[in-house]
């Protein structure tokens, strides 16, 4: 496949060779040139689909990590109910018992478009099963996504800098890691969505034209129904109109761009239930429409100065500026003090000062979506490109016309916003593609241009003209070869790096063959064969929407995080002796309890090592009944074996953890592989009040049963006891074949 | 009337005479506001009595050492924060007793080896070997009764007030708020710079607008910060990275080996000056080369020195990309695309 990767850059550079070698001209230069084009979009969009399908080939057609779970669940309830149902969807198998407003809470873009996909295939005869449409989502959107890039692109310079542009967005990896085959996320379809906005956004701007803005502002609600992100473009526009008003590049077109994108966009956007009336309360929009009020003041401003003499308009303009200041000033004061508006809140303050949200919001800081990034990160998604684009936006600057003035404006911004969160290395992504396929179209402009040797009535000697091109080969052989590595590096960083599903997890057998661990749809699938419909599983929040996807079983929380209470009560229960946690857990009408435990496999990221955030997070909510401090050992260390504190093998999560552990090991040594701690069956307290129901091939995912009352209405404890002295045997525990496994 | 006087004099002598050699609050809250920042020195004899029992306050004792030779880098870093928060709770509360709960007392307390000569005789009363050390004395106990607590992982004022958080939940008061020491230095800096550019736009009005409105000044001032950004800076800044490492013999690493999310302060450095030297470079090919083309047009020489010197720009070129690249395999170590090993890529 990666035959076919390569094959873009070589016909792309005979384009560039082809168009600029203007020797002939004729019906069958164009001829060429656009089958060219055609091939080598095909040869693009063969190339991004394909790379994506990395994950699908290597394990199968299946929906990946926890998000997606969730809106694959929610395509689902769309395509067997109706979309009025859908948007009123009250789901009350999450969340129980509280249960959760979904269609009010959710961007309804990227499951409509799905389900209009599905209906639409049915319709011409192709009934497709909705996953294989939820699997090869994002694939088929980078195609497109590649298009407009291609599009966009063209505004900034022309074809040949498009062609590459769209190239490096098809395979860039820090585009294809939210979009493989099978990562079915609101970014899968966001980011082309994106890239239309601005498509059209720029055409508008440059031709002050109605129809191309009003394509930007659909393309923007679109948006708004598929993603949060939404906010980054409500910002970048008024932003880039701002600058061009500094600049002194007022015209009627602008105000005709912005203005019809702005009020069909906004009126547009409010129709989306989950945004309903912020784009005129939250201060995320507050700069769209402060642009929106000085876009007036501008044109009024430039009216009038046609109409009066200068000394005039000088006057008038400093009483006005100063006006309008006070009032502005003054009306602001009093929206904040009355409460309509909140302009200083928490997140406003966490986008400026990096280290507010470290302080005082722990629940954003805990979530590793919103790190900071690395230098390595941005080399591995980017390749060259990262040290092409700082002289991109430089040769933008040398350009300066009002787009470039926009992808400058977009770089920096952008580049400072992915610096403080991970996350957003996905809208940084297109720009770098953007701006460096124009900074080599740039070189290549001079340097694939072999013209000289042909020409002979050059004023140089042969000599010349012959080292000339030989300079010019040099220089566009190397970075040819940098193209041909960029391919390369992408390949390999998508199959090595993200194209794992993270629910099927890739291992090694002893002897180097591919081994798969499919622990996590061995335990889902156990739940919907082997309990009752209506069971309630309790399980930390990451493992809710799995649940609810894979298994159909209600749930206590998941990763919706809407609620911290709630949370907090699941981690109370986890983080608590047997008998308050099962007093806690019958109050909420808990069935079983799943938890993930790696200590047999090495599996880091099991809910042993998580347990500290589910102390914290109960500890906030009960700071007198569940204390971080008592889970740690004397030298402050975190510790499972022997030495553990009280209260850690007292917890519930503990006794689940390694409830029969050491009997899998014939000397009764248990030996944590991820923690490398030794635990022996002395340091396991008995599990009175939970039975061990299930536990998956490597112990991946334990589920428990919480045991019915007693029915002499003796307490669980007391009944184990007697049960124990009764008869002294212990049972067996069923043993995974560990031995296969590395 | 007489009676009752005489009971509460027995009393209040009984009472003095058990609390005989531990410190009450008052001695404590008076030693405490006749220090610059709310910390009871302990010396050598006065240690014993401050921290002997029955207490009953609060008492967050800190063992630490400012002797130079000693090298205590934790100390010095440390010892600051440690001022603002004695300071921060002296300051709302002179006598050291909680005003939303009059039962609850909170004292400071600090112990400093500053000599190697003569070690505090309290150091060797508990055996400390590792400094600093926080000690946190409940009511109640004795002298050997107290819990060790962690130094706050954040520096600077963010450690006081995680600290101070911490302690609130601990003696259980709430009202305890940090009192920021105002760093005058950023307030002078900003009156100068302000000073300085308003005294620049009067004296040279056309310079300033020129520069203001150069789109060069503004490119080279993006294209720094982008280059800063990609570099891996703000992760520096937000997570306090040290700028280098070191090894187990004591060597200095520069870069953290096979960890892709973390980094040390210089190696963003390194790599922005890389990515700088690299768009330099290219803008030279791409703005320099063909100036210079148009100025040398028709000479024979001209073509000669352009070679030379665009093959002088793609090698050095190449070999700063080939530095990027084995930069990232000492992240990454599994990666295959060196540029330097060219072998390896042709296959």
């Known amino acids: 496949m990666s035959e076919i990767v390569e094959k873009i850059v070589v016909p792309d550079n005979a384009v560039t060779a082809n168009e600029e070698s203007k020797v002939t001209s004729g019906k069958y230069v164009s001829f ?368 300066l016309k009002n787009e470039h003035v926009f992808i400058i404006v977009y770089s920096v911004l952008c580049s400072y916003f992915a610096g403080v969160m991970v996350r957003l290395m996905l809208t940084l992504t297109p720009v770098i593609c953007i701006s460096g396929a124009v900074a080599l179209s740039k070189l290549f402009d001079i340097y694939l241009d072999f013209s000289p040797i042909f020409s002979t009535k050059t004023t140089g000697t042969k000599k010349s003209s012959f080292m000339t091109v030989l300079t010019r080969g040099l220089v566009s052989a190397s970075f040819v070869y940098y193209l041909y590595l960029f391919v390369h590096h992408c390949t390999w960083v998508t199959q090595s790096a993200y194209s794992s599903p993270s629910v099927v997890l890739p291992s090694q057998n002893r002897d180097g063959s591919m081994a798969i661990i499919d622990d996590y749809r061995e335990a889902y699938y156990w739940l919907r064969m082997n309990t009752d419909y209506d069971a309630k599983i309790a399980s930390w929040w990451d493992y809710g929407y799995q649940i609810g996807g894979m298994a159909d079983r209600t749930t206590l929380v998941d990763n919706n995080t809407w609620n911290n209470t709630h949370i907090a009560i699941v981690g109370k229960a986890m983080a608590s002796p047997e008998e308050v946690s099962y007093e806690l857990l019958k109050e909420h009408d808990v069935d079983y309890v799943l938890i993930i435990f790696g200590g047999v496999l090495g599996f880091g990221g099991d809910d042993i090592n998580k347990f500290l955030w589910m102390i914290r997070i109960a500890e906030g909510i009960w700071p007198e009944e569940v204390k971080e401090r008592d889970f740690f050992v004397n030298q402050g260390e975190f510790r499972v074996d022997s030495q553990a504190s009280e209260t850690m093998k007292k917890s519930l999560m503990y006794k689940m953890s390694y409830n029969g552990f050491a009997d899998l090991f014939p000397n009764g040594q248990g030996q944590d592989r991820v923690r490398q701690q030794v635990i022996t069956a002395d340091d396991v307290e008995n599990l009175d009040y939970f039975d061990e129901v299930f536990s998956s091939e490597n112990w991946l995912v334990r589920i428990y049963k919480l045991k019915d009352l007693d029915v002499e209405g003796r307490d669980l404890s007391d009944v184990a006891e007697f049960e124990r002295a009764k008869n002294t045997k212990r049972s067996s525990n069923k043993k995974p074949q560990i031995e296969l496994r590395v | 009337m007489l009676f009752d006087r005489f009971v509460s004099v027995c009393i209040s002598a009984l009472l003095l005479a058990t609390t005989a050699l531990a410190a009450t609050r008052e001695e404590l809250a008076i030693k405490a506001q006749k220090s610059p920042n709310g910390i009871i020195e302990l010396d050598d004899y006065s240690f014993k009595d401050t921290l002997d029992a029955p207490r009953d306050f609060y008492l967050v004792a800190l063992l630490t050492c400012t002797e130079p030779g000693v090298g205590c880098t934790a100390c010095f870093e440390f010892n600051p924060v440690f001022e603002t928060i004695a ?135 993006c294209c720094a910060f982008i280059t800063l950004m990609s570099g891996g800076y703000m992760y520096n800044k937000m997570r306090g990275t040290p700028l280098a490492g070191s090894d187990n013999n004591g060597g200095v690493v520069y870069f953290w080996p096979n960890e892709f999310q973390n980094q040390y302060g210089i190696e963003s450095q390194i790599v922005s000056v890389l990515y700088g030297a690299l768009s330099i470079l290219f803008l030279a090919l791409v703005l320099g080369i063909p100036n210079l083309s148009s100025f040398y047009k028709g000479s024979a020489s001209g073509a000669m020195i352009i070679t030379v010197i665009c093959t002088v720009l793609v090698v050095v070129i190449y070999a700063l990309f080939a530095g990027l690249t084995s930069l990232f395999s000492i992240k990454s170590p599994r990666y295959p695309f060196e540029l330097i090993k060219i072998s390896s890529l042709l296959s």
């Open chain 1, 32 to 399: 060429i040139q656009s089958s060219l084009k055609t091939l080598i979009f095909i040869a693009i969009i063969v190339a991004s689909i394909s790379s994506r399908l990395f994950a699908v080939v290597r394990f199968e057609s299946i929906i990946h990590e926890f998000d997606p779970w969730f809106n694959y669940r929610a395509t689902q309830y769309l395509v067997n109910n109706s979309f009025k149902d859908f948007l009123n969807w009250f789901d009350e198998r999450t969340w129980y018992p509280l249960g959760r407003v979904t269609g009010g809470t959710l961007y309804p873009g990227l499951m409509t478009t799905s389900a209009f996909i599905w209906h639409a295939l049915r319709k011409i005869g192709l009934p497709v099963d909705i996953r294989n449409i939820c699997v090869l989502f994002a694939p088929a959107f980078s195609a497109i996504t590649a298009y407009v890039t291609y599009k966009l692109t063209c505004e900034l310079k022309d074809q040949k800098a498009g062609l590459l542009a769209a190239a490096f967005i098809g395979i860039v990896p820090g585009y294809i890691s939210r979009s493989v085959a099978g990562s079915y996320d609101n970014e899968a379809i966001a980011i082309t969505l994106l890239m239309a906005t601005f498509m059209f956004w720029i055409k508008g701007l440059k031709q002050g034209s109605i129809l191309n803005s009003s394509f930007a502002a659909l393309c923007y609600f679109y948006m708004v129904s598929a993603w949060g992100g939404y906010v980054f473009i409500t910002n970048l526009i008024p932003f880039h109109v701002f600058c061009l008003i500094l600049m002194g590049r007022y015209t009627a077109k602008i105000y005709v761009a912005y203005n019809t994108w702005f009020v069909i966009g906004t009126i547009a956007s409010m129709q989306i239930p989950f945004v309903g009336f912020l784009p005129i309360k939250s201060n995320d929009h507050m700069a769209a429409l402060g642009v929106f009020g000085l876009l007036q003041l501008v044109a009024l401003g430039d009216f009038v100065k046609t109409k009066i003499s200068e000394k005039k308009f000088k006057l008038i303009m400093w009483v006005s500026v100063i006006l309008i200041m006070v009032i502005g000033v003054a009306g602001l004061f009093a929206l904040t003090y009355l409460g309509l508006i909140a302009p200083w809140t928490g997140r406003f303050y966490s986008l400026w000062d990096t280290n507010y949200a470290r302080i005082h919001i722990p629940i954003i800081a805990s979530v590793s979506e919103h790190q900071p990034i690395t230098w390595p990160a941005f080399f591995l998604d980017t390749h060259f490109l990262i040290w092409l684009f700082p002289a991109a936006v430089f040769l933008m600057f040398m350009d």
């Open chain 2, 87 to 221: 300071e921060s709770w002296v300051r709302d509360h002179a006598e050291g007793i909680s005003l939303e709960d009059p039962s609850k007392a909170l004292y400071f307390a600090r112990a400093d080896l500053s000599d190697a000569s003569a070690v505090p005789e309290i150091f060797k009363f508990y055996n400390i070997e590792r400094v600093p050390r926080l000690m946190f004395f409940t009511p109640g106990g004795s002298i050997h009764d107290y819990h060790l607590l962690n130094l706050p992982q954040q520096k600077a004022n963010a450690g006081a007030s995680e600290f101070i958080t911490n302690l609130k939940i601990a003696v259980g008061i709430n009202d305890y708020q940090i009192h920021e020491p105002r760093d005058w230095s950023t307030v002078m800096i900003t009156a100068i710079a302000t000073f300085a550019i308003v005294y620049l736009f009067r004296k040279h009005n056309k310079v300033i607008t020129a520069v203001i409105s150069s789109k060069f000044v503004w490119g080279i001032l």
